[in-house]
């Protein structure tokens, strides 16, 4: 069974906030922050189970407050 992790609207706002913020001039990283965060979910989907921080109901968990679910795909 593979899992499919679903952003939010939270947990994708966030994620926007975040990357404005690597983006600035000085910094310009959003690119990589952005690498670093799909590589997080993706390996997520692949060890759904490895985490202590998700809620699992019915098939369907949630990280607790970030706005990312997780389901069956």
């Known amino acids: 069974m593979t899992y499919v992790v679903r952003l939010g609207p939270n947990a994708r706002r ?26 997080a979910a993706h390996q997520l989907e692949r060890q759904r189970y490895s985490g202590t921080s998700s809620k699992v109901t019915s098939g369907v968990g949630t990280c607790q407050g970030s706005g990312i679910g997780f389901g069956t795909g």
């Open 14 to 39: 966030d994620r926007d906030r975040i990357v404005a913020w690597y983006d600035d001039p000085e910094r310009r990283q959003g690119d990589r922050f952005l690498d670093a965060f799909y590589e």
